[in-house]
């Protein structure tokens, strides 16, 4: 199955990703990843994105678009793949899109995780993570049983510097700029099925489960 996952910072697309790739044997595909993976391994895409990088500008469409070409050509995906974090933008789907056509493979179906900005907030905000072990926590929604430190390691739990309300807000923002057009985009495809990114972890990826069961 060739799909992608769609929400808002927040709204646990890397969560669902991860479990979903392993129940699948799929891989989870983030445009992040491949940057890194291709400066890395020093790639001809990989040297361009890295001198974008270096120049402080943003890697093009075209570099991320045939790094993405050369992943999912890997035999692991064969199966299918769920990208993660692309397209963010109308230019990226439909670039996407034509880049797909050329290997006769389109996207199979598109889910949104929906979740509402406010849980959003709540979400982002309140997120902790242990400084020794990597624990994620929230203050809201799942604290620690002891305050500012690991139930597993003791280790102190920090905010990150981007957790605070402004710069999430900001983020989700430019989401709703940017992003939140996809979704009339692939519902004109017919591609989008819409899942609410709320509750028990496992009942998400029920849900998402039965959307990728029929597509």
Do not use: W
Not at 82 to 103: H, K, T, V
């Amino acid at each position: 199955m060739r799909t992608v996952l769609l929400g808002a910072p927040g709204s646990g697309k890397g969560t669902q990703g991860v479990v979903l790739s392993k129940k699948y044997d799929i891989p989870q595909i983030s445009t992040g990843d491949l940057l890194r993976a291709a400066v890395a391994a020093g790639s001809e895409l990989g040297k361009q994105a890295k001198t974008a990088m270096d120049a402080g500008a943003l890697v093009s469409d075209e570099i991320v678009i045939g790094l993405i070409r050369e992943r999912i050509s890997h035999d692991d995906a064969k199966n299918g793949y769920i990208l993660d974090g692309f397209p963010r933008n109308i230019a990226q789907a439909e670039a996407l899109d034509s880049m797909l056509e050329e290997l006769s493979q389109p996207l199979q179906g598109v889910v949104l995780l929906d979740v509402a900005f406010e849980e959003l907030l709540q979400r982002l905000t309140g997120r902790r993570t242990c400084k020794d072990c990597g624990a994620i926590y929230n203050v809201h929604l799942s604290p620690a049983k002891v305050e500012d430190h690991c139930d597993d390691c003791n280790g102190p739990l920090l905010q990150r510097a981007d957790d605070n309300e402004a710069t999430i807000g900001n983020r989700l923002n430019v989401y709703t700029d940017q992003t939140a057009p996809l979704i009339g985009f692939y519902q004109a495809q017919n591609k989008l099925h819409t899942i609410a990114g709320v509750g028990n972890v496992d009942d998400i990826t029920a849900a998402v489960s039965s959307v990728f069961d029929t597509i």
